[in-house]
């Protein structure tokens, strides 16, 4: 006969393992995301690094313009194609995933072939300079917005692995893509090689899924998930936005070399980033099965998440300040310099981002779209005041510190309205329960 004390014991113990499980579940796909952005930021600090010493500043500024440019139309993609395709298809049965990727992916590519079409038409115009760049980068986004559709879907699955492998074989095909762009020692060259290796990983991802983009169910994909895409679509091109007017703004102001600055000390943060990406890919997915699962822990996940991303951050910082100047030379070479003075007000930014992050990833796993477009569209309007004011005031190192402020202003406002969403949360169940 069974006592009590131990029916309770026998319930407690699958009750813990099952704890453990989930635990060691959650830790594995966050592990991947760390794995995988290690990998993608390895191969884009590796390119950074190695067009700033073959280029130079002026050059290597032009080249970190068509960079920019191309984060804002990530954000496009990611807004209308991947980011609901996180939200409403993680965890969910392999035939609903795959349907759901078909159209998705299939949005990603349509959304790179209607923008680089406008960026062949836009290079003749912005003249000899930093025409030809944009020409080279209309002509690779569709097999760079590709590559990155399949990470978002593989982690949507939970098959991190899957967006590693993929993103070694970008970098692989790196490799040669490089040295030959060295050769011929021109942006639009580097450019080529970039979004060509990209196009080769992309072309991989339909193997590894065995699924093909379906352009004809971008329209579909769209419509039926507006209700997300479109908010996300403003609040990722604000991000991304705010980022490009600010580098627009300092090289009008003081000039392009001092958007490769800044490009330069954003690589000497480059590891750091690497962790603050990869927590970004698979965290929206994560807090959202825990929102399924356990939703009363939802609030203490994101504050972890923030928190320990801002504590690596300045761990990260304080290291690159006891740099020698000679191991930064070797890095950046005549970039160092510049980007040396901006490593203190860069850190305190990407602390503040990592901070709000955690709350971001929580507003997004509740579907709470209206109010995370409130936070990203008042951070951005901070980041690109504070980029472009401080550089009128103060030159590059003031825009730096205008961020660092926008940083923190932003941050506390995420955590304002995720703390708003969860007791609104709360509340909700208890009407429902009042409701005959």
């Given at each position: 006969?069974?006592?009590?004390g131990?029916?309770?014991?026998a319930t407690?113990?699958p009750?813990?393992s ?11 796909r966050?592990?991947?995301g ?21 280029l130079?500043?002026?050059?290597f ?7 920019v440019?191309y ?5 496009v ?13 993680s ?8 349907g759901?990727?078909?159209?998705s992916?299939?949005t ?9 079409a406008g960026c ?6 912005l ?8 020409v ?21 699955a939970?098959a ?13 095909a790196l ?8 050769r ?6 580097f450019?080529?090689a970039w ?9 991989y ?5 065995g699924?093909?983009p ?8 769209v ?5 997300l ?12 936005g705010?980022?490009q007017?600010?580098?627009y ?8 070399g ?5 490009r330069?000390s954003?690589?000497l943060?480059?590891?750091?980033l690497?962790?603050?990406?990869g927590?970004t890919l698979?965290?929206v ?5 825990m929102?399924r699962?356990?939703?009363h822990?939802?609030g203490r ?9 801002a504590?690596?951050?300045?761990l ?7 740099m020698?100047?000679?191991?930064g ?17 860069a850190?305190l ?9 955690g709350?971001a990833?929580?507003?997004r ?6 109010l995370?477009l409130?936070c990203?569209?008042?951070?951005s ?20 510190w205008?961020?660092a402020t ?5 941050s506390?406002?995420w ?7 969860l ?6 169940p208890?009407?429902e329960?009042?409701?005959p």
């Amino acid at each position: 006969m069974t006592t009590e004390g131990e029916k309770t014991t026998a319930t407690a113990a699958p009750a813990g393992s099952a704890r453990r499980t989930v635990t060691r579940a959650v830790v594995g796909r966050l592990s991947w995301g760390l794995a995988d952005q290690a990998a993608s930021s390895l191969s884009n600090f590796a390119v950074g690094v190695y067009v700033a010493r073959s280029l130079g500043l002026t050059a290597f500024g032009v080249f970190s313009l068509a960079w920019v440019t191309y984060g804002v139309v990530l954000s496009v993609s990611r807004g209308l194609a991947t980011d609901p395709l996180v939200v409403r298809f993680s965890g969910v049965p392999d035939a609903s995933w795959r349907g759901a990727v078909a159209r998705s992916s299939g949005t990603a590519l349509g959304v790179g072939a209607v923008i680089g079409a406008g960026c062949l038409a836009a290079g003749p115009v912005l003249g000899s300079s930093v025409g030809p760049a944009f020409v080279c980068l209309g002509v690779m986004l569709p097999g760079l917005l590709l590559q990155d559709a399949w990470r978002y879907s593989f982690f949507a699955a939970g098959a991190g692995r899957k967006a590693f492998v993929n993103d070694v074989v970008w970098g692989v095909a790196l490799v040669p893509a490089m040295v030959v762009a060295a050769r011929v020692g021109s942006v639009a060259a580097f450019v080529l090689a970039w979004g060509g290796s990209a196009a080769v990983a992309a072309l991989y991802g339909c193997f590894q899924s065995g699924i093909r983009p379906r352009l004809t169910g971008a329209r579909e994909w769209v419509r039926d998930h507006r209700d997300l895409g479109y908010r996300y679509l403003v609040e990722n091109t604000s991000v991304s936005g705010a980022s490009q007017l600010r580098a627009y703004g300092l090289g009008a102001i003081v000039g392009v070399g001092a958007v490769g600055v800044i490009r330069g000390s954003e690589l000497l943060l480059g590891p750091f980033l690497a962790v603050l990406m990869g927590l970004t890919l698979v965290t929206v997915a994560e807090a959202a099965r825990m929102l399924r699962q356990a939703p009363h822990r939802l609030g203490r996940f994101c504050l972890l998440l923030g928190g320990g991303q801002a504590v690596a951050a300045l761990l990260w910082g304080a290291v690159l300040l006891l740099m020698p100047d000679r191991a930064g030379e070797l890095v950046l070479g005549d970039v160092w310099p510049g980007a040396s003075e901006l490593i203190v007000p860069a850190t305190l930014s990407v602390a503040g981002a990592g901070l709000g992050s955690g709350a971001a990833a929580g507003l997004r796993a509740l579907g709470a779209a209206r109010l995370s477009l409130r936070c990203q569209l008042f951070a951005s309007a901070c980041y690109a005041g504070g980029g472009i004011g401080g550089a009128a005031v103060g030159g590059t190192i003031g825009s730096a510190w205008g961020v660092a402020t926008a940083s923190a202003c932003g941050s506390a406002v995420w955590w304002l309205q995720l703390r708003s969403a969860l007791r609104e949360r709360h509340r909700t169940p208890l009407r429902e329960e009042r409701t005959p």
